[in-house]
């Protein structure tokens, strides 16, 4: 069983900053990506970033710039670094984790239970 745990969510201000991290545990043989999507009230939910084991990025042109996506390869856990936040910001953040449980699996997608990121004055 895989379980992504985020945490990091909140209220801030326009302008402002929150670091969101992402913890993947269970039975884990290899994760090649992870990343962080995004869903605001009545849109489909989007990629923000994702990172590589190698360290490859990827950013949604909204955030570039302004979020930083990294990652601790041995505890599992990526972080998404949010600056200068904007309430068009403001969604349910997804943890997404694409990994083996063996050698003999194939990559599949998991995903953690959201954390909500609001931004307004």
């Known amino acids: 069983q895989v379980q992504l745990v985020e945490s990091g969510g909140g209220l801030v201000q326009p302008g402002g900053s929150l670091r969101l991290s992402c913890a993947a545990s269970g039975s884990i043989f290899s994760i090649y990506a992870m990343g962080w999507y995004r869903q605001a009230p009545g849109k489909q939910r989007e990629l923000v970033a994702s990172?590589?084991?190698?360290?490859?990025?990827n950013y949604a042109d909204s955030v570039k710039g302004r979020f930083t996506i990294s990652r601790d390869n041995p505890k599992n856990t990526s972080y998404l670094q949010m600056n200068n936040l904007k309430p068009e910001d403001t969604a349910v953040y997804y943890c997404?984790?694409?990994?083996?449980?063996?050698?003999?699996?194939?990559?599949?997608?998991?995903w953690g239970q959201g954390t909500q990121v609001t931004v307004s004055s």
């Open positions: 990172i590589t084991s190698a360290g490859r990025t």
């Open positions: 997404n984790a694409v990994l083996m449980l063996s050698h003999r699996d194939t990559y599949n997608a998991y």
